[in-house]
């Protein structure tokens, strides 16, 4: 099979093309013929090294698997060959998505939403779990709630949107201008234009000073000390940002606010979930660029690229199905 694998971290230069044996399912695993999968900020992050002492190197990485059923281990009742399926793959814990071929367990393994294109479906797994957890799990946002999504026009971020209207909150979101009308289409109820407003001054104006009950970090920084300021009493803040530097969250104090800290766990139920709300026309990835498998380098540097113009996910077509 083809493969890209990373031989040292660095630069998107530190990928390789290869052909490596296809893999074999072992008992309770399922082997599927890739389709498509997708770029995320963690699997730069993995390439350039930020987690050496997790990722053995030569690696293959990837966290994102839409595709077809080749075979199936001993013991796997749920799946057959010729299913259309989508997953993560367990992160830091084996060979990731950037091949022909990837074994997963079952699992972690659901069955992909008809309406929706392997490119499309490729670009949900990662993002639509990480936001379902942060927003439902952890953050247990309700009817009628408000919430500020920071960088609506992310991967997580546009999903993210989507999920708070479905559930029935007012959504806020932060982007640049240039993607307000991406946003709206999103489902944004109010759009901040972070460059030109502090969002802080926009929420509380917005909201009559209350401020809103859950923020969502994507972007890092000084997100976390500064959400207090936005937030209202009993509110929750809800990070996926790798914590770098220590943060002052004295004003977190003053309003009783909760922190959590989301490293999205895989199981087939969020996929389940989140297949239900496609089906029922309330989600749905977009694609904002598609790569192939070889040029997975170049979509490494434009989505590490702080201008890199792409609103929702960048794909990659691995398989003749992709389109």
């Known amino acids: 099979m083809k493969a890209i694998t990373l031989n040292?971290?660095?630069?998107p230069d530190a990928f390789e093309l290869r052909d490596l044996p296809t893999p074999v399912p072992h008992t309770g695993q399922v082997l599927v013929r890739v389709q498509a999968t997708s770029i995320n900020p963690l699997d730069y992050q993995v390439r350039r090294g930020d987690y050496p002492d997790l990722v053995p190197l030569p690696a293959i990485t990837g966290h994102d698997v839409s595709g077809v059923v080749e075979a199936?281990?001993?013991?796997?009742?749920?799946?057959?060959?010729?299913?259309?399926?989508?997953?993560t793959p367990q992160i830091f814990d084996g060979p990731g998505s950037y091949a022909e071929y990837h074994v997963a367990a079952e699992s972690i393994v659901g069955k992909k939403p008809a309406s929706l294109s392997h490119l499309e479906a490729a670009s949900?797994?990662?993002?639509?779990?990480?936001a379902w957890e942060a927003l439902t799990v952890r953050a247990g946002l309700r009817v009628g709630e408000s919430i500020l999504v920071h960088g609506g026009a992310g991967g997580v971020g546009h999903v993210a949107i989507q999920l708070a209207k479905a559930i029935g909150a007012r959504v806020f979101t932060t982007v640049r201008e240039t993607s307000f009308e991406f946003a709206r289409r999103m489902g944004a109820d109010v759009v901040i234009d972070y460059e030109k407003e502090d969002y802080v001054d926009a929420i509380m104006r917005e909201t009559g000073g209350r401020g809103v009950d859950v923020v969502f970090d994507t972007i890092g920084g000084n997100t976390l000390s500064r959400s207090p300021d936005a937030l209202a009493q009993l509110g929750r803040v809800v990070t996926i940002v790798d914590i770098a530097q220590p943060q002052n969250l004295v004003q977190a104090w003053g309003k009783n606010a909760s922190y959590h800290f989301v490293f999205t766990r895989q199981h087939r139920g969020k996929l389940d979930e989140l297949s239900a709300l496609v089906t029922r026309g309330q989600l749905r990835p977009h694609v904002g660029a598609v790569y192939s498998l070889a040029d997975i380098p170049l979509a490494h540097a434009r989505l590490e690229s702080p201008n890199h113009g792409v609103q929702g996910k960048i794909a990659i077509a691995v398989g003749p199905l992709a389109q």
């Open 8 to 11: 040292s971290f660095g630069g």
């Open 124 to 130: 949900l797994t990662l993002v639509g779990g990480t």
């Open 72 to 87: 199936v281990g001993p013991g796997v009742t749920a799946f057959s060959p010729g299913d259309e399926v989508w997953y």
